[in-house]
């Protein structure tokens, strides 16, 4: 069974500081990987997906990841971050099929200092 | 084209009672997917629909949960005889894909058992 591993439950970044969060999957062959933001009280909106190709992928919001096979991840990332950022973010694998929908992993709190 | 529109966005229900949770899904969009998301989880997949047939519903608890998505109207998730274990936040997805890849979620309705 696919599972996804977001091991930061928590990260605190000033504003203007550039963002790394992690991402890391279990999967035999190339998922669908997706990166999603929860505000507070909200629903999730997709920031960016990868399914084939470049393996370095544009989101919305200034935000990018890049998929790297060797090591199963799928890192979110942000050269400098606004206090608008500041949310609970989810990594999610899909098998593609439509079936069993997306597993999500258990989010990452992100704070932002001022 | 609106989104995807949940209600109620919040739901009181005291032990025992049914639950019924909306979900109409975006125009042109033909497939749903029901999540749960637990305090301080990811989500969890629940069931997939398409008009008038579940398709999986491996993720969803054995008794007391149902899912329809009639030929018209909103998909409908019922809980029945609820449990204090039952209250979290219900969110709903709706793709145009067979292969669910462009999911785009609702608000979410929280429901809370007293």
């Known amino acids: 069974a696919q599972s996804v591993t977001q091991p930061d439950i928590h990260i605190t970044v000033s504003e203007g500081a550039s963002l790394e969060l992690r991402c890391n999957y279990s999967?035999?062959?190339?998922?669908?990987l997706f990166w999603y933001v929860q505000s507070p009280g909200q629903g999730l909106q997709l920031l960016l997906k990868y399914f084939s190709g470049d393996t370095l992928v544009q989101g919305i919001k200034g935000f990018e990841a890049e998929f790297k096979r060797s090591q199963s991840s799928f890192n979110l990332r942000k050269p400098s971050v606004h206090w608008s950022d500041a949310a609970e973010y989810f990594c999610a694998v899909s098998r593609g099929g439509g079936a069993d929908g997306l597993t999500f992993g258990k989010g990452t709190h992100l704070i932002i200092q001022p | 084209n609106a989104g995807v529109m949940q209600n109620p966005r919040h739901l009181v229900r005291r032990r025992g009672q049914e639950a019924r949770l909306r979900c109409s899904p975006m125009k042109g969009h033909s497939h749903v997917y029901w999540y749960r998301q637990l305090p301080e989880e990811g989500l969890k997949f629940m069931v997939y629909?398409?008009?008038?047939?579940?398709?999986?519903e491996s993720g969803m608890p054995k008794e007391r949960f149902s899912a329809e998505f009639p030929k018209e109207g909103p998909s409908i998730l019922r809980i029945q005889q609820v449990v204090r274990g039952d209250s979290a936040a219900y969110f709903c997805?709706?793709?145009?894909?067979?292969?669910?890849?462009?999911?785009?979620f609702g608000q979410g309705t929280r429901l809370t058992v007293v």
């Open positions: 629909l398409q008009k008038e047939n579940i398709i999986d």
């Open positions: 997805a709706s793709s145009p894909r067979t292969d669910g890849t462009e999911a785009f």
């Open positions: 999967y035999g062959a190339t998922p669908y």
